[in-house]
């Protein structure tokens, strides 16, 4: 009897405490690799028609780049390809802007020390600092911006809400996981099983 009170005050405590003692916060920093290669787009102010129009630039240079960059090794081979297709790249900005209307101006630079804010994404979050990065500045740069990992490849769109519950539900699944993990080492611990 003495065993089932102490196992019983054990789950408790874990229950109670498990989420600060496995996830310490609500958030984990996931390490992006030292030698990465970020892609910063940066719009033209807030308002809604510059953000727009930073996400259909996205989406257009994104499509291109997950292809250029997704056959790539190395990080030296990253840059030696990141320097060779920049004319491209700008190709394709200048297009969409003249495909949507817009008369800004725009720059495409490559650069090792383009500063980035810190980001959540999900549970992880990425500090800010200068990183070596493909700068998009739309107009005046001044509006939020949108970034990711070109190499290696950790470009992610943003989800879609369906997408966001469906990685939340995971989330959850997995916590009652390790939850059941933890009580069956404790049950092998006690000599209960």
Not at 41 to 62: F, G, H, P
Not at 69 to 82: F, L, N, Q, W
Not at 138 to 167: H, I, R
């Amino acid at each position: 009897m003495r065993k089932f009170a102490l196992l019983f005050l054990m789950i408790c405590f874990l229950g109670m405490f498990y989420p600060m003692t496995v996830h310490g916060t609500d958030y984990a920093v996931e390490m992006i690799p030292e030698d990465a290669i970020r892609l910063r787009i940066l719009a033209n102010s807030n308002d809604m028609k510059d953000q727009q129009m930073k996400y259909t630039v996205r989406d257009e240079v994104n499509a291109y780049l997950s292809t250029e960059m997704s056959k790539v090794t190395s990080i030296d081979e990253a840059r030696k390809r990141m320097e060779e297709i920049l004319p491209k790249v700008e190709e394709i900005i200048a297009n969409t802007l003249e495909q949507n209307g817009e008369h800004l101006s725009f720059s495409v630079q490559f650069k090792k020390d383009v500063p980035f804010p810190t980001k959540k994404y999900g549970k992880y979050v990425y500090p800010a600092g200068d990183y070596e990065a493909l700068l998009i500045t739309l107009g005046e740069g001044e509006g939020d911006n949108w970034w990711c990992v070109l190499f290696p490849s950790l470009c992610y769109l943003d989800l879609s809400e369906e997408e966001k519950a469906d990685m939340e539900q995971a989330n959850k699944e997995e916590e009652k996981t390790e939850k059941k993990t933890v009580k069956i080492f404790l049950f092998e611990w006690l000599g209960l099983t």
